[in-house]
């Protein structure tokens, strides 16, 4: 069993960015007006972390397919 | 300060510890024998070992450390990546990664029993796995104290959820488990740690807003204006800058004693090289790595410059004050007061997270390199050797759980009696300081002898001790501080007491190392030592390699930017 870890990781961060996100969204404003100036960072770094999290995620399974080209199954196993 | 954690926080906790845990277990089933616990099968590709590598070094101590360092001393912090980090790992790449990856060396005590003689070897492998457990126990009861101080929670509970959580992904994956939770710890601070950044040098007014603070920092400390935001220009007289320490000082004790002797012997970080998959990606994984801890300042060293900046009244104000503890400013707090200041509920529990993890990281570190060592080094050298390999496989799944059980007995014994864990770790650092002159001597000269490295060492600790003994820093009291045989030399700062023990300690090692060697008779042949000395090791091909993979080629790059980034902030 040989775990990618671009996979666990791009998994992850995904979830993250989704959570952070979606709470951003719907949070009181008041929250980022009293802490990050007046910045959403939930919904910027939420978008960031998202968008790392999906790039990892898509390379992780491009070299999981490529590599299935380049070793087929035989039959029977 | 206490702060209190939205629902949205514990969520993104939980998730990191569903996905931590989730790996080990998926892992778990390609664990078959003791090489995949310990060595992770020597299976993996570069990069994954370079961000473990950094990951490994980057513990919650350096995080918090670095941090507070920077509000301390400034952008001379930096010299502990441009001066005393990069020059090292570029050396151990080129260098030392051909003998250690090269041997038959499982682990670095190892390597020094098939280069000089078992004593060597005890000597190295027993302080090494006793500074772990007590390094793992340390960190345990640093997160445990942060916890309950910024949160509220437990002492108790933080000390046993921490070991339990760690005990279950070593125990499971080994070696791999711990290098993959390092990779993921390695993001999780890039990315819980670079809004704190960005966002405090929004409303300090970018750079130049930084300097004008740090200006006022400077001026009311007595220095000159320049201080808190360069980093060789007042490096000229011990007086002039934050640090108290003069230019030679720096160099030798920290750029050379010190830096080298982490990088280039400490199993900890040497054993994420090992775990490559092949020498070149042995070789590559300290490179690569220099490439991250290159920048690192800007994610670590500035939030404390930051943090000092803004709780200066500088006309229109301070934006943010610093916790002070006892009348002064409280600089361990800098990291946490920040994430408090600067993050709404949501980006809080990723900056926790991040934190938390990295606490993590450095018990499963040091757990790792501790089982490694012990099974191999202590317990298949003296107790038992000659059994299964399945028997050393629940040796050191035995080891996972005694080193962390070690680690609880060390966190409680921190926090009860904290003058013995500074005792402790003072002789721990005697020890290690003359460590790279062996190795120096031990791989490029042949001549050196397994008495004349015992010997040596135990001059170069001696050495620390007395040098630690007759020096104190300026306003520090005689005992753990030094002074405790007599004071002959008082240092301006506590930092230059310790890279100039670093210096005795490595000169005396090498020199003794020397005139014992040329005294006694070398009891290894030419073919014991091939493989294990540079002189009787045959060159590495690298013909089919592409320029760009050579490692002599990717370190004289890093270097150079490392010159690059020492000149643009001189």
């Known amino acids: 069993m040989d775990l990618d870890i671009r996979l666990p990781i791009g998994l992850m961060f995904s979830v993250f960015g989704l959570l952070l996100a979606a709470f951003g969204l719907i949070s009181d404003p008041v929250i980022y007006a009293e802490h990050s100036l007046g910045i959403n960072v939930n919904l910027d770094w939420g978008l960031v972390l998202l968008a790392f999290g999906a790039t990892m995620l898509l390379v992780a399974l491009r070299a999981r397919r490529s590599q299935q080209v380049r070793s087929p199954r035989r039959p029977g196993s | 300060?206490?702060?209190?954690?939205?629902?949205?926080?514990?969520?993104?906790?939980?998730?990191?510890?569903?996905?931590?845990?989730?790996?080990?277990?998926?892992?778990?089933?390609?664990?078959?024998?003791?090489?995949?616990?310990?060595?992770?099968?020597?299976?993996?590709?570069?990069?994954?070992?370079?961000?473990?590598f950094i990951g490994a070094n980057l513990g919650a101590q350096e995080v918090m450390g670095m941090a507070a360092s920077g509000a301390k001393?400034?952008?001379?912090?930096?010299h502990f990546y441009w001066l005393g980090a990069i020059p090292a790992m570029v050396f151990v790449a080129v260098f030392m990664m051909p003998f250690y990856y090269g041997s038959k060396a499982r682990s670095v005590p190892e390597y020094l029993k098939l280069r000089f003689d078992e004593k060597t070897r005890g000597l190295n492998a027993v302080t090494f796995a006793c500074m772990t457990v007590m390094s793992s126990g340390i960190s345990m009861y640093a997160l445990a104290t942060l916890l309950r101080a910024i949160l509220g929670w437990n002492l108790h509970l933080c000390i046993a959820a921490s070991g339990v959580v760690v005990l279950i992904y070593i125990f499971t994956g080994g070696l791999r488990s711990a290098i993959y939770k390092e990779v993921l710890q390695f993001f999780?601070?890039?990315?819980?740690?670079?809004?704190?950044?960005?966002?405090?040098?929004?409303?300090?007014?970018?750079?130049?807003?930084?300097t004008r603070r740090l200006a006022i920092v400077a001026v009311r400390n007595g220095m000159p204006e320049g201080a808190w935001?360069?980093?060789?220009?007042?490096?000229?007289?011990?007086?002039?800058?934050?640090?108290?320490?003069?230019?030679?000082?720096?160099?030798?004790?920290?750029?050379?004693?010190?830096?080298?002797?982490?990088?280039?012997?400490?199993f900890l970080v040497v054993q994420r090289a090992m775990a490559a998959k092949d020498m070149g990606a042995a070789r590559r994984t300290p490179i690569i790595a220099a490439i991250p801890k290159m920048l690192f300042p800007f994610l670590v060293i500035l939030p404390g410059m930051l943090a000092i900046a803004l709780t200066t009244d500088a006309g229109g104000g301070a934006h943010f004050?610093?916790?002070?503890?006892?009348?002064?400013?409280?600089?361990?707090?800098?990291?946490?007061?920040?994430?408090?200041?600067?993050?709404?509920?949501?980006?809080?529990?990723?900056?926790?997270?991040?934190l938390i993890a990295s606490f993590m990281s450095g018990m499963a570190g040091n757990v790792t390199a501790f089982n490694t060592v012990w099974t191999y080094d202590i317990y298949q050298s003296y107790i038992r050797p000659q059994a299964s390999d399945a028997h050393y496989l629940a040796v050191g799944r035995a080891a996972t759980v005694a080193g962390i059980a070690a680690s609880v007995a060390?966190?409680?014994?921190?926090?009860?009696?904290?003058?013995?864990?500074?005792?402790?770790?003072?002789?721990?650092?005697?020890?290690?300081?003359?460590?790279?002159?062996?190795?120096?001597?031990?791989?490029?000269?042949?001549?050196?002898?397994?008495?004349?490295?015992?010997?040596?060492?135990?001059?170069?600790t001696a050495a620390a001790a007395v040098h630690h003994g007759l020096s104190l820093p300026t306003g520090a009291e005689v005992g753990i501080k030094g002074g405790w045989l007599s004071v002959v030399h008082p240092y301006p700062s506590e930092m230059a007491q310790n890279f100039w023990t670093a210096i005795w300690a490595f000169s005396a090692c090498?020199?003794?190392?020397?005139?014992?060697?040329?005294?006694?008779?070398?009891q290894k042949s030419d073919e014991e030592l091939t493989g294990l000395v540079y002189a009787l090791t045959p060159k590495l091909k690298e013909e089919d390699v592409a320029w760009y993979q050579r490692p002599a080629i990717l370190g004289v790059g890093v270097l150079t930017l490392a010159l690059v980034l020492n000149i643009v902030f001189w």
Not at chain 2, 510 to 522: E, M, P
């Open chain 2, 1 to 52: 300060m206490l702060i209190h954690l939205g629902v949205i926080d514990y969520g993104l906790l939980g998730v990191y510890f569903a996905f931590v845990l989730g790996i080990g277990l998926v892992i778990r089933k390609g664990i078959g024998g003791s090489k995949d616990f310990f060595e992770s099968g020597r299976a993996l590709p570069a990069w994954i070992c370079a961000l473990g």
């Open chain 2, 73 to 78: 001393y400034g952008l001379m912090t930096s």
């Open chain 2, 188 to 210: 999780l601070i890039v990315f819980g740690f670079l809004p704190l950044v960005l966002l405090g040098l929004k409303q300090v007014g970018g750079w130049p807003g930084l």
């Open chain 2, 229 to 266: 935001s360069h980093s060789w220009k007042f490096v000229g007289s011990a007086q002039s800058n934050p640090m108290g320490v003069e230019w030679f000082g720096l160099v030798m004790g920290l750029g050379f004693v010190l830096s080298f002797g982490y990088w280039c012997t400490d």
């Open chain 2, 321 to 354: 004050s610093l916790p002070s503890k006892g009348g002064s400013l409280n600089y361990d707090m800098v990291v946490p007061a920040m994430l408090a200041h600067y993050f709404p509920s949501g980006l809080l529990g990723l900056g926790l997270t991040a």
């Open chain 2, 410 to 460: 060390c966190a409680y014994t921190a926090a009860k009696f904290n003058n013995i864990m500074d005792v402790l770790q003072l002789v721990f650092a005697f020890v290690n300081a003359p460590l790279f002159a062996t190795f120096l001597l031990g791989m490029f000269w042949r001549r050196t002898t397994g008495h004349g490295a015992f010997l040596g060492l135990l001059a170069g």
């Open chain 2, 510 to 522: 090498f020199v003794a190392t020397v005139i014992v060697s040329l005294a006694t008779k070398q």
